[in-house]
């Protein structure tokens, strides 16, 4: 009888613990309520705040969705060094931004916000060659070492007759997928026939010819469904509401 009643005991104090380890992993969870962009839903995640802060969740959030992309990309060469000036300011804006964020440690965010950082490094450097090249095109033959780069910095240095190759061969390449080609042609005859067409011609190859280039080199997030469900792995469970039709 009394080995029955040890058992009992026995048996009683593991049920018990099991109750409070449930009912500590039931308190443990809290609510975070949120939207992602271009998605109607309202979402409400269930997560554990002794590995996730609330605060964590909505800087990592709003990391992800951000655009962090310098907007600013002058037309001409005017007050070079007043653009310069609103280009360093933009940029370490965003970078302040970006490394005031106390994020969420796991689940890989910490090498997107890296991946962010240096995408506002290259772009800030990419775009202060841009400028600074409307007075020193010689600039350009330092920064790119990709040979299409490279052979537009040379034209847009050399000018002349390589420079007007080189927009003529951007004119021809735009063409193809130009909704009205003969337009984009006649603009094209029109410049060259136009006194100022150096000065034409060298802010075309410089915006659409050397800066496209040079862009596709620069490291961009790639803002998809699998950044989504990567956020979404960092609760325990998650509900959605209010979906339009169609929403996920």
Known sequence: MKEKNT??????????FLIIGIQSVTYAQEKFTFHLPDDACTYIGSYNPKQVSEEQLKNTLE??????????RPLDGKNIDKK???LDSIYAQ???????????KHGGFSKIKDIL??????????LKAYLKSWEDPQILLKVSKDEYC??????????GDLLYDSYKEIILEQMKENADPDFLWRSYMKNMESKNKQSIAYNYVLQYGWWNAVNNHITYLNYDED???QYFSIFQKIESFDCEEGAI
């Open 63 to 72: 990391m992800i969705s951000s655009d962090f992309i310098i907007s600013f």
């Open 150 to 159: 490279k052979k537009l910095a040379r034209a847009l240095h050399e000018k």
């Open 94 to 104: 965003l970078r302040d931004k970006l490394d005031g964020y106390d994020i969420v």
């Open 117 to 126: 950082k240096l995408s506002l490094n290259q772009q800030h450097y990419y």
């Open 84 to 86: 310069v000036q609103r």
């Open 7 to 16: 058992r009992n005991r026995s048996l009683g104090k593991i049920i018990a």
């Open 227 to 229: 950044l989504t469900q």
